[in-house]
C-alpha cells in the first residue's frame, strides 16, 4: 500500500512557516505583506477559490485587499487597476483570478502585473526566468508538488518524471521544476502516443490533464510517486463530489507513494501563493528572509 502524501498536513507546515516570516517582516521590516486579489464577474467557482485565499492569508496574518469588479468590466479598467496596484508600495503581491470573462484578454492581462508583485508566476518575465533556471517567482501549483515530492525523495537527481499535461499553468512549469532537480522529464499530452509506456517506465507521475481516473494501476510502475493534480467534478446520489486524474485506490496498491483528491495539491496550490506573497516583498524591498521558507529554494539547478 502506497505512503499517503498528505497535502494538507504538509501545507499547514508551509503555513506555518509563511506565519514565521509574516512575523519576521513585520518586526525587522515594519512590513504588512500584502495581496490584492482581482475577481471580475461572478463564477461560482472563481468566488470559492478566492475566498479560500483570502481566508488562509489572514490566517498567517497577512493583508489581503479585494476587488470585486463587473462582469462587464472592460479591459482599460482592470488595467487601470492594477496600474493602480502596481505602483503602491503597500501591496506586495496581486493575484486576478482566472478565467477572465471572453472580452477581456488574459494575456494583456497578466502580462500587464509587475513581474516582482506576479505572485502567480505567470508573467511571461517570471515564465522566462524559470525557463532558464533562474530564481523567481514561480506558478504555485507545480511549486507545491515540488514540496510534496521532496517529501519523499531526499534527492530528485536522475529520477525519470513524466508530467501528462502541458498546461502553461501546470503542466510547463511543473515539467521546467523537475528538470532544475536533475530529473529526466518527460511531458506528455493529449497527442501523446503510448502514454500508458511512457508512465510506466516513470519513478515520478504527475497527473494534471483533467480527466477523470485518466491514471489507472497499469500505468504505473511499482513503487512510483504519483501526484495528482487533477480536479474533477462529479455527482455520486446526488452529492457533489471531487476527484483527480487518477484511479486512486487501484493506484495506491501498486504505487511507492500518492497523493490524495481532495487533501493533496490543492492545499499546497494555496499555500504556495502564500510563500509567493512573502517572497514577493523580499524582492521588492530587498530584505532577504534568512529563516523559514522564504529562504527555501525550489527552483536549486546544478550542472
Ligand atoms: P488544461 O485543460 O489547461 O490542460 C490539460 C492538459 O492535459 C493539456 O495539456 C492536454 O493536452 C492534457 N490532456 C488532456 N487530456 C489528456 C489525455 N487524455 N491524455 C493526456 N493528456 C491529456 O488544464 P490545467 O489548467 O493544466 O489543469 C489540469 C487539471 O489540474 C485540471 O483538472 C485542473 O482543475 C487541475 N488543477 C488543479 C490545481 C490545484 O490546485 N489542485 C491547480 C490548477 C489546476
Known amino acids: 500500500m502506497a505512503q499517503l502524501i498528505d497535502g494538507k498536513a504538509l501545507s499547514a507546515q508551509v503555513l506555518q512557516q509563511v506565519a514565521a516570516d509574516v512575523a519576521l517582516l513585520k518586526a525587522d521590516y515594519d512590513i504588512l505583506p500584502t495581496l490584492a486579489v482581482v475577481l471580475v464577474g461572478e463564477d461560482p467557482a472563481s468566488q470559492v477559490y478566492v475566498r479560500n485565499k483570502m481566508k488562509r492569508a489572514s490566517e498567517v496574518g497577512i493583508g489581503s485587499r479585494e476587488h470585486l469588479l463587473d462582469a462587464g468590466t472592460t479591459q482599460d479598467e482592470l488595467a487601470q487597476l492594477i496600474a493602480t496596484l502596481n ?71 536522475g529520477k525519470n518524471a513524466v508530467v501528462v499535461g502541458r498546461s502553461n499553468i501546470v503542466g510547463k512549469p511543473m515539467a521546467a521544476l523537475l528538470l532544475q532537480a536533475n530529473c529526466t522529464v518527460t511531458i506528455a499530452h493529449s497527442r501523446t502516443q503510448n502514454i500508458e509506456s511512457l508512465c510506466r517506465q516513470a519513478d515520478i507521475v504527475i497527473a494534471a490533464a483533467g480527466r477523470m481516473a485518466l491514471v489507472d494501476a497499469t500505468w504505473i510502475k511499482p513503487g512510483a510517486t504519483v501526484i495528482d493534480v487533477g480536479i474533477n467534478a462529479i455527482e455520486i446520489d446526488g452529492k457533489r463530489k471531487l476527484v483527480g486524474d487518477v484511479a486512486f485506490e487501484a493506484v495506491s496498491q501498486v504505487a511507492g507513494a500518492i497523493s490524495p483528491v481532495p487533501g493533496g495539491v490543492g492545499p499546497m496550490t494555496i499555500a504556495c501563493l502564500l510563500l509567493n506573497t512573502t517572497r514577493a516583498v523580499t524582492r521588492q524591498l530587498a530584505c532577504p528572509l534568512e529563516q523559514g521558507v522564504g529562504a527555501m529554494n525550489t527552483t536549486a539547478r546544478s550542472d
Open 87 to 157: 505602483s503602491d508600495p503597500l501591496v506586495h503581491g496581486i493575484l486576478v483570478q482566472l478565467p477572465l470573462p471572453a472580452q477581456l484578454d488574459e494575456d494583456s492581462v497578466i502580462a500587464s502585473i509587475h513581474p516582482d508583485k506576479d505572485v502567480d508566476g505567470f508573467h511571461p518575465l517570471n515564465v522566462g526566468a524559470l525557463a532558464a533556471g533562474r530564481d523567481t517567482l514561480v506558478p504555485c501549483t507545480p511549486q507545491g508538488c515540488m514540496i510534496m515530492l521532496n517529501q519523499v525523495h531526499s534527492n530528485l537527481s
